[in-house]
């Protein structure tokens, strides 16, 4: 790549700072702890990975919820998207550092997840033994 293209490149990555919309910490919330971006991301931090390599390890996702679930990932900057130039075309999924980041913390809450997750059936039983009672 010449100096030129580079330079060109550069400049094309500059974000108006006028189109930049507020991104809350409640929103960025949201979109991570979704029923099915978890799941996704974790995937994806393992290593390149296809769309019916997601649907068929993201339990209960239907075709329409990966594909936009897979968009807004990538419109959020932590996934990539690859498209190669086969027949037929071969797409790919990787986690970006940004993403890769947030496994740790992902992580982090399912085994919280796992660990408790008795403990919250127990309590579930005796609480609505109580309210209908």
Same mark, same amino acid.
Request: hydrophobic share 40%.
């Given at each position: ?6 330079d ?7 974000v ?7 991104c ?6 949201? $979109?991570?702890?979704?029923? &099915?971006?978890?799941g ?5 931090? *393992? ?11 993201v #339990? ?13 990932l990538? $419109?959020d ?23 890769? #980041?947030l ?8 085994? &919280?997840?796992?660990?408790?997750r ?5 309590? *579930? ?5 109580k309210?209908s009672?």
């Open positions: 790549m010449s100096q030129g293209n580079t060109v490149t550069a400049q094309a990555r500059v108006d700072p006028e189109k930049l919309e507020v809350t910490v409640l929103e960025v919330i949201n $979109r991570i702890s979704g029923k &099915w971006a978890i996704i991301l974790l995937e994806a931090t *393992r290593g390149p990975v296809r769309f019916t390599e997601l649907e068929r390890s #339990e209960g996702i239907s075709r329409r919820m990966l594909t936009l679930t897979l968009r807004n990538e $419109r900057g932590l996934l990539v998207r690859t498209v190669y130039p086969t027949v037929p075309p071969k797409v790919e999924y990787e986690a970006t550092p940004m993403a890769k #980041e496994y740790a913390s992902l992580s982090g809450l399912l085994s &919280w997840a796992e660990r408790h008795d403990s919250i059936a127990e309590s *579930r039983v005796v609480y609505d033994e309210v009672a």
